[in-house]
């Protein structure tokens, strides 16, 4: 927060207007949309997940369709192909981007296909910030004409090729919950490309009331848009997105340095100029294998037991116990990067007080283990080290 949030939540409260509408709302949705080269239009929700409920909807989903979903990604990503009875078809990573692999992507809908049940539609995740391969999945999609919801919850401030993330898909998804890059505290938005189709995601937001003097009702509604305190939050949240990111990407060039020379650690970045990430989260791989046996694991109880927080990346959905029994292609890609994967602090308000407690962690870890050489935040391995692991 930096202050204006209260300014025009204060607006809302002179105006008694806190409810699922009202200025805010509306001003907040052309905030977006400005910020996305007014490229597209957007409805504000009340939160990613039901962004991606609607957008679903929108799409023609129904009970027994068949959904593409990336497995590597948060739960929320696949909960709602589920909410319409819907069937979540299960797909692995690629190792540049972590993110939908196109060859496994396509196998699948061909699969689909043998088996008369052609996917209604691909769910694509920005996997913390990092675009996927827009251009390859996008040629896919075209090819079976299979429509794609984008989630881009947390990829706000990330572009590929220049262009937004968000307004890549049929539909997008935003997220605006307390975790991510900006928030509203909770909330999301859908993206669409038409007038026509953001009415109808608020027409379905508020309850699917038809235009009648009384309250009628010829189709299931959603209690799902945002209120105008949420709003307000939205409006000063937007005027730091900026800020956000580039305190984001300091992090990230911040770990980077710290891990540079050190032998089984890699942190996850975007494959080259192209991809421009937020960097939400910092992540890294730990092989142990390279590391003389220091795991993941190692690093997160250690920074834990100095109160700092850090967690396993998502779990693939094709092994969450909800999802084991729908069908799933590819290798063990987004598995092994499941095994080796840390989420590290990341905050854009992270002190240079913070960081230097965190690299003291880092470097009291690979010390302990390696008999590591430290100057500074730059990491030297030891020659009998390199030896064993050439070896």
């Known amino acids: 927060m930096r202050g204006n949030e209260q300014k025009f939540i204060k607006e809302a409260f002179d105006a008694n207007w806190v409810a699922p509408m009202g200025s805010n709302v509306n001003l907040f949705e052309n905030d977006l949309?400005?910020?996305?080269?007014?490229?597209?239009?957007?409805?504000?929700?009340?939160?990613?997940?039901?962004?991606?409920?609607?957008?679903?909807?929108?799409?023609?989903?129904?009970?027994?369709d068949e959904v593409i979903c990336q497995s590597l990604t948060?739960?929320?990503?696949?909960?709602?192909?589920?909410?319409?009875?819907?069937?979540?078809?299960?797909?692995?990573?690629?190792?540049?981007?972590?993110?939908?692999?196109?060859?496994?992507l396509e196998e699948a809908i061909i699969d689909r296909i043998k088996l008369g049940k052609k996917p209604k539609a691909i769910i694509t995740v920005h996997l913390y910030g990092n675009p996927y391969k827009v251009e390859a999945v996008r040629s896919i999609a075209n090819k079976y004409q299979i429509p794609i919801l984008e989630d881009a919850a947390e990829a706000l401030g990330s572009s590929y090729n220049g262009k937004k993330c968000g307004t890549f898909g049929d539909i997008g998804v935003l997220s605006f919950n307390g975790n991510k890059i900006i928030t509203t505290s909770g909330g999301g938005a859908l993206i669409c490309h038409s007038e026509a189709l953001k009415s109808r995601a608020i027409f379905l937001a508020t309850q699917s009331k038809d235009d009648a003097l009384h309250y009628e009702h010829s189709e299931i509604g959603f209690n799902y848009r945002l209120s105008n305190i949420s709003a307000s939050i939205g409006r000063g949240q937007m005027e730091i997105l900026d800020e956000h990111v580039h305190l984001r990407r300091n992090m990230q060039a911040f770990y980077k340095k710290l891990f540079e020379n050190v032998p089984g650690v890699s942190v996850y970045e975007t494959p080259n100029e192209d991809y421009f990430s937020n960097h939400w989260l910092s992540v890294l791989t730990i092989n142990p294998h390279e590391t003389n046996g220091i795991f993941n694991s190692d690093l997160m109880f250690e920074l834990e037991s100095e109160n700092i927080e850090c967690?396993?990346?998502?779990?693939?959905?094709?092994?969450?116990?909800?999802?084991?029994?729908?069908?799933?292609?590819?290798?063990?890609?987004?598995?092994?990067?499941?095994?080796?994967?840390?989420?590290?602090?990341s905050g854009s308000n992270t002190t240079e007080e913070e960081k230097e407690r965190i690299q003291n962690v880092i470097e009291r870890v690979f010390r302990a283990k390696n008999k590591i050489i430290i100057k500074g935040s730059v990491i030297l391995q030891s020659e009998r080290i390199r030896a064993k692991i050439t070896q």
């Open 74 to 104: 948060f739960a929320a990503s696949a909960n709602p192909i589920l909410y319409i009875k819907a069937i979540p078809i299960f797909i692995d990573s690629e190792i540049d981007t972590w993110n939908l692999c196109p060859i496994a």
């Open 311 to 345: 967690r396993p990346i998502w779990k693939p959905l094709h092994l969450q116990p909800l999802y084991k029994d729908f069908p799933y292609y590819g290798d063990t890609t987004a598995e092994n990067l499941f095994e080796q994967g840390l989420c590290l602090p």
């Open 33 to 64: 949309k400005t910020y996305l080269n007014n490229a597209v239009h957007v409805a504000a929700l009340s939160s990613g997940t039901a962004a991606i409920h609607l957008g679903l909807l929108i799409l023609g989903i129904k009970e027994g």
